[in-house]
């Protein structure tokens, strides 16, 4: 890349895991680039604010800025830290921070440019581009900046990024849907050139500034999960291709369905009762989000699975 420096907010929200997600800060590292960190903080009890700023100050031309409302400064390798109320969940942490960035964007102001003979105003943007990212994810060297090229090369479009575990089984990344069965699957890296994600994993997402200054943040409905899945769709529909990256970014484990409410070891009161919990699928959310991006009909059938897989133990 050549130019001018590209410049990039990383955001994550985080609870209770403060080796986790310094460890993960740790591991972006790009000095090609201007990165600048957004961590929402759910109340953690663990000293996650405290190990924050200490990663953050050890170098000396960092800025931490604890704030609930404050706009962002435009300078290198700032970390802000966004308290949160301790109920706010992943989905939730993740709104917060987008919602921060766009007040933010709204504050920046315009600049006039000269494109030919004409003067033309133009909005300010805090930064090139938002990477969503999930705080246990371990990077890659230089994986910020591949993105970028692969952005550029898809016509400045949205780019999610494959991950995989220690043993290097794919985790997350891209998501393809059968439409009609409103079936998911992960794509595979060998099939990134082939065409785009039908969705996303957000725990690793490119996005560019134009765009999502445009898409807004996430829907209000989700507290904890399927707000990336949505947000996915919701680009698709503006139509944007989201472009899965032709490499892995980092490792990731993929979650265990130990302990929750797929875990066939447990009771069906237990699988139940973890089921309408805020991290496992309650009924509002999951039909909500059906019916927003599959229908009426599929979102009736797919309402009534879970509690079937519970009846017949699968």
Avoid at 72 to 83: D, F, N, Y
Avoid at 174 to 187: F, L, S, T
């Amino acid at each position: 890349m050549s130019g001018k420096i590209q410049s990039v907010c990383v955001l994550l929200t985080t609870y209770n895991r403060a080796d986790v997600t310094i460890k993960a800060l740790n591991s972006i590292d790009d000095e090609s680039l201007r990165i600048d960190y957004l961590v929402v903080d759910d109340a953690s009890s663990d000293g996650t604010r405290a190990a924050l700023r200490d990663w953050n100050n050890t170098d000396t031309d960092n800025v931490t800025r604890d704030t609930n409302e404050e706009p962002l400064r435009k300078s290198k390798g700032i970390l802000h830290i966004i308290k949160g109320s301790g109920s706010l969940y992943w989905a939730g942490g993740m709104r917060k921070g987008m919602e921060f960035l766009l007040n933010a964007d709204k504050k920046a102001g315009e600049t006039v440019v000269k494109e030919g003979d004409k003067l033309i105003r133009r909005r300010v943007k805090p930064y090139d581009y938002l990477l969503l990212i999930n705080d246990d994810v371990v990077f890659y060297p230089g994986i910020i900046r591949k993105m970028i090229e692969r952005s550029k090369s898809k016509g400045d479009m949205p780019v999610t990024g494959a991950t995989r575990d220690k043993k290097g089984k794919a985790s997350y990344g891209g998501v393809i849907y059968d439409m009609k069965k409103a079936k998911p699957r992960q794509m595979d890296i060998s099939e990134a050139e082939e065409y785009p994600v039908d969705t996303i994993n957000c725990n690793c997402f490119l996005l560019p500034w134009e765009i999502f200054r445009e898409a807004g943040a996430f829907d209000s409905m989700y507290i904890h999960s399927l707000a990336d899945h949505d947000y996915g769709f919701t680009l698709s529909n503006m139509g944007y291709d989201i472009w899965l990256t032709d490499f892995y970014v980092g490792e990731c484990e993929d979650n265990s369905i130990k302990g929750t409410w797929r875990d066939r070891t447990l009771s069906r009161s237990e699988r139940l009762k973890k089921k309408e919990s805020v991290k496992g699928l309650p009924r509002k959310q999951w039909y909500y989000y059906l019916k927003k991006n599959f229908g009426s009909r599929q979102a009736i059938w797919h309402s009534i699975t879970p509690y079937l897989r519970i009846l017949f133990g699968k």
